[in-house]
């Protein structure tokens, strides 16, 4: 199981998946689940600052970039801007580098292709110390 800082105390990781594409939220759901991660869903940005405005806590937020009502650039610099300190790794299909650029440039701590796969949730894992 994955646990909270690489601790061995058994805290589990929770993490937010924030996408507006409900095949794409099942799968990343369906990975972080077989990882041992407790895992919500947000259909965009709006709904996963609201979470985070009603007290709601994720040590990890895989974010969308394109989505309806609040797009994951605005959504990741609104949560920036109210002190998240959570890991937000944004999630695209997006390849052109300006792109990315522009979504990393917002606050974000990495960014991954979609859809993710197993080896490259455990990549991020690695990267953010959450397993050894």
Not at 64 to 89: C, K, Q, W, Y
Not at 93 to 105: G, L, N, P
Request: charge should be negative.
């Amino acid at each position: 199981m994955a646990t909270s800082n690489g601790s061995s105390t058994g805290t589990k990781i929770t993490a937010l998946v924030v996408d507006d594409d409900r095949v794409i939220n099942a799968i990343h759901c369906k990975l972080l689940n077989k990882l041992g991660i407790e895992n919500h869903v947000a259909a965009n940005g709006k709904e996963a600052v609201d979470l985070h405005c009603s007290g709601k806590k994720f040590d990890l937020i895989l974010m969308d970039r394109d989505m309806p009502i609040m797009n994951g650039i605005e959504a990741t610099r609104e949560l920036r801007a109210m002190g998240v300190r959570s890991i937000i790794v944004g999630v695209s299909t997006r390849s052109i580098k300006q792109e990315i650029q522009e979504f990393m440039d917002s606050g974000l701590d990495d960014y991954q292709e979609k859809p993710l796969t197993s080896s490259k949730v455990i990549s991020i894992l690695h990267k953010i110390n959450f397993v050894d």
